[in-house]
């Protein structure tokens, strides 16, 4: 699908993926994946070495490899992934398997991110997120963080506009928050997000907080940035 971004005007709204974007993907889900697969396989070395190989995880190291399901996928995505190696059980097992539980998971947040939301909120530029996780889940990361007061909409999987790279979650999300996708941009860490912000008609940022890298980000991205730290003049500049 050929977008024609449009030209840069004032930036009325920002969306913002979750995972990778927010927070520090690595920090933040390595941990609780190399926990999530010992729970599932027990002593089974072996299965428990070709569920990390399907996830694309490196068990090791506590981190993803670039492809994995787990990073931009939705959870009917990493179910998929999963449903060979646990044939006999059901997807809502499996999902309540892999829904991290508050007091387990601690979501790392990108350094300066509260900040930087508290200065976008408070030039009236509006906040939302977007993200192939579930929305309960998100907004309890939010929480986590101690950034959910600063986010006027979220958007998940599961509310109604289906995952990205389909551009229906971020023109979603623009028409939640009142504002012309063509005012808004669109901040993520991978492919879908980038793809998904250019088909809604919105311009893009890449931050790389997330596994891909900057070579693979930018042909896709207006402007690319270490963080979202570091992209509230380049916002406040349109």
Not at 180 to 204: E, F, I, Q
Request: one cysteine or more.
């Amino acid at each position: 699908m050929d977008v024609t971004v449009p030209a840069r005007g004032r930036i009325a709204a920002v969306l913002f993926d979750k995972d990778g974007t927010l927070m520090d993907f690595q920090k933040s889900w390595g941990p609780w994946a190399r926990r999530v697969i010992d729970g599932l396989c027990g002593a089974d070395e072996e299965k428990a070495a070709a569920v990390a190989q399907a996830l694309g995880f490196d068990r090791r190291a506590a981190l993803f490899r670039p492809g994995s399901p787990v990073i931009a996928g939705t959870p009917e995505d990493v179910l998929a992934a999963l449903r060979p190696y646990f044939p006999r059980a059901r997807d809502a097992e499996m999902l309540d398997r892999l829904t991290p539980e508050p007091a387990t998971f601690a979501p790392v947040a990108v350094e300066g991110l509260a900040q930087s939301c508290a200065r976008l909120a408070g030039a009236g530029i509006a906040l939302a997120v977007v993200t192939n996780d579930f929305e309960a889940a998100a907004r309890t990361h939010l929480v986590q963080m101690g950034v959910a007061d600063a986010f006027d909409v979220v958007i998940g999987y599961d509310s109604g506009f289906g995952g990205k790279p389909r551009p229906d979650p971020c023109t979603g999300a623009a028409a939640r928050l009142g504002v012309a996708p063509d005012a808004c941009v669109m901040v993520g860490d991978s492919l879908h997000d980038l793809n998904a912000g250019r088909a809604a008609g919105m311009r893009t940022v890449a931050v790389l907080t997330g596994v891909a890298g900057a070579a693979e980000l930018a042909p896709f991205a207006d402007a690319l940035f270490p963080s979202v730290a570091e992209m509230s003049d380049w916002i406040l500049g349109g």
